[in-house]
């Protein structure tokens, strides 16, 4: 079974910085893309970045030369680097992955979400 674990949210002043972490378990034969989206109450979720293997990352406008998307592929771990956070930046952020798991008796492509961490900017 595939399970996605998100870490490093919480609250913090307005213009700090935060470092999320997930990390993705499981028979996972290769990693082919993960990401991040964010959800804030009263809106859809949103993609915040997103990283695919042989692809440049991929930013929303709103975050763009603050926030940095990297990978571990040896520990299926994706990062969101969080730099000058503002108060549009509060939000559950979900972790997502596109992985080929060994399933059974066969070979399985399917996303997988994480549970969430709450991120809160205060004044």
């Known amino acids: 079974q595939v399970q996605l674990v998100e870490s490093g949210g919480g609250l913090v002043q307005a213009g700090g910085s935060l470092r999320l972490s997930c990390t993705a378990s499981g028979r996972i034969l290769h990693n082919n893309a993960m990401g991040w989206y964010r959800q804030a109450p009263g809106k859809t979720r949103e993609l915040v970045a997103a990283i695919t293997t042989g692809s440049s990352p991929n930013y929303a406008d709103s975050v763009k030369g603050r926030f940095t998307i990297s990978r571990d592929d040896a520990k299926n771990t994706v990062y969101l680097q969080m730099n000058s956070l503002q108060f549009e930046d509060a939000a559950v952020y979900y972790c997502?992955?596109?992985?080929?798991?060994?399933?059974?008796?066969?070979?399985?492509?399917?996303?997988?979400w994480g549970r969430g961490t709450q991120v809160a900017v205060s004044s």
């Open positions: 997502d992955a596109n992985l080929t798991t060994a399933v059974g008796g066969g070979i399985s492509q399917l996303v997988y």
